[in-house]
């Protein structure tokens, strides 16, 4: 199992929104996470720096710092008091032994683990191109997926080939959308 | 119905009227005021104020002429702030269980090479006896902890956090101590309160941990404050009025009050206040002389732990700061205090950000306080107890027409 990253604060049956342990340490956008049982996987679609407390508004604090780290320095109450979080759309679940390309019977629970997803559960969901269907209807914007492609390629054993089949795959999901299939493309040559 | 809002500017306008035709007087005793507290020497100073006695007011002892400005020291490279503040919910008679909770928050500030911060906060339920502070061996003599006295347990639950904290901090570690409010527990002056609470909130709350803190900045560098933002405080004022007085002390007894004197010169301070006086004095960063104060509490109750103060112009506001004599009378310390609490007002945005953490930690909105009760009447029903309130409280939350 990989690093834990945090923990799920909020669930539905295709998207859930993870606090990460720790300020600015998110997995990057496109990444493969997953959480609870049954394993769900999902794919980071954005990612946001907040106030713990949303009635607290962040002003600019750092006129006289030399640095951005030394605004930190200055203030290590901002570690605690800042957050990260991410939002992942649901690609998928395992019941230990198969990988669905579908949405979960039900959400994780609140306060599940999240981890980053290792190689081999990566391999597992690459081996159909359903989840890029998911993908597309969930509302993932182009650099969403395109990012999530790139990532995939460099975790499977042959990226290249992975790459070539999800071009193939997503011209077949954008038939009549060639702007857009094209955009998806650009992005992951 | 809601606020005549029509009817409150009227009387506000008035209110605002009269202080606008004041201030140019006020202005100038202000400044006549500050120029003579600054050319004031201190042996005649006190002199004047040792043969003080039976005013009806109290006034601060010097421990240096009246108007003198320090500037800050500059911050050591490694140092650390922490600081407790309460919240409570006091006791609701239309609320079906008898109960009171505090809620203490927490904030530690570790700055240098390993800069760190932790917040926390520890709510504590009182119920039952809890409710109540009794005498030992009898069950006649108690006193309801509600009201005030919830609020003088509060201060010690606040101060008493302070020595955890500085616990958690290594010991080659110079750290300033904070609390929002003040050491003197004024409330306890006086006949208002039986000796039992003085002897919880003194004998047993204040008093021994001030002697644990002074023992433990024995062996560490340590200080404790108390913060007071726009302090109210005159003591330094009456101090000024007593150097200017030359009326004796039962015609001053039977003619002045704590605010003002009807005779000359000793008018010139009439209604102004330290904070005013120190904002001419002080240049921003500057701190005042230290004082102590002349409190009957401090004097009578606090088995020699004198509590000094001195201002500070942190740049935004005067703000007051108090302190044990141990720190008093350790220039290094005082320093420190000085340098830290700046540092900490400057970080703040002209309040020290730990005690303003802390106090985030500690806060109990409106929306918890309705929680709370909501809380309990859920507990009480899961146990198949019954829940009501007064239809007092009903009548005001449904105005039916």
Known sequence: ???????????NTNSFIVQCYKLYESPPLGSIIQSGTPTI????????????????????IGHDEPTEDEIYRSNPQLNNLLCTRLTSLTIGYSDGDNVYHGFPPHPPRIHSFVY??????????????DFLHLLLTSGAGDEVISACLRQISQRVQDGYTFLVESGQALATELVGQFPRLNAILRRLS | MSLDFNKTLVQMTDVVSRMKTSQNDRNLRLSLAAKIMKATKENDLKEKLSLAKDRPFLWANPSSELGTGHSPTELP?????VAADGSHIDVDRHLPVPCSLINIGTCILQYGTHPNAHLSNYPKLYSDEGLYLTEHGTTTREVAIEGPVLGFKRTIDEVRELEKLISEIPPTIPTLALVDGSLVLWGLSGQ????LVRQEFLDKGILPILDNLKQVAQNRTISVAAYVSLPRSTEVVNALRLYLCDTNAVECKRSCSNRMSPFKPCDLPNELLDRELFDILLKPGQRSELFFTNSSIVREHYNGHQIYFFYINNGQEIARIEVPDWVATNETLVSLTHALIL??????????????EAHQQAVINGSDRQTFKDMLSSAL?????????SEKTRSKRLAWL
């Open chain 1, 1 to 11: 199992m990989s690093e834990r990253i945090g923990e799920i604060i909020e669930a």
């Open chain 1, 41 to 60: 996987f999902g794919v980071i679609s954005e990612i946001t720096t907040e106030p713990l407390d949303p009635s607290r508004p962040i002003i600019a």
């Open chain 1, 116 to 129: 980053l997803s290792g190689n081999h559960n990566i391999e597992s969901l690459a081996k159909s191109f």
């Open chain 2, 77 to 81: 490279e490694e140092y650390a702030v």
């Open chain 2, 192 to 195: 208002g309160y039986p000796n």
């Open chain 2, 343 to 356: 540092d900490q007002c400057y970080k703040g945005r002209g309040y020290p950000v730990s005690i303003s």
């Open chain 2, 381 to 389: 029903t899961r146990q198949g107890l019954p829940t009501y309130t």
